[in-house]
Nanobody
Framework: QVQLVESGGGLVQAGGSLRRSCAAS????????MGWFRQAPGKEREFVVT????????YYADSVKGRFTISRDNAKNMAYLQMNNLKPEDTAVYYC??????????????????WGQGTQVTVSS
């Protein structure tokens, strides 16, 4: 059974930084893309960033480009999201996810079959 366990997150002032971690288990982690999504109150879950199986290719939503960085450590079955220069509009529940199929990265929710529990990130102004 695939499991994703998230850590990190919390409350930070605008301009601050946070680092999210996602620990994966249950299948060969290195074969699958990872992604981060977020859901703000009253809004649909949205794509944030994705990374391919070996970390060689990434894709960012325009809203976070230049501020967030995704990475992965296949030896440790871990994915990370470094969030810098946070803004109040980044406030949301953040989820890590792993793709249904092996290969490149993916941007849509339907392409991800396994999700972490989600963790609140709150950015105060």
């Amino acid at each position: 059974q695939v499991q994703l366990v998230e850590s990190g997150g919390g409350l930070v002032q605008a301009g601050g930084s946070l680092r999210r971690s996602c620990a994966a288990s249950g299948r060969t982690f290195k074969n699958y893309a990872m992604g981060w999504f977020r859901q703000a109150p009253g809004k649909e879950r949205e794509f944030v960033v994705t990374i391919n199986w070996n970390g060689g290719s990434t894709y960012y939503a325009d809203s976070v480009k230049g501020r967030f960085t995704i990475s992965r450590d296949n030896a440790k079955n871990m994915a990370y999201l470094q969030m810098n220069n946070l803004k109040p509009e980044d406030t949301a529940v953040y989820y890590c996810a792993t793709a249904r199929a092996s290969g490149s990265w993916y941007r849509t929710i339907s392409e991800y079959g396994y999700w972490g529990q989600g963790t609140q990130v709150t950015v105060s102004s």
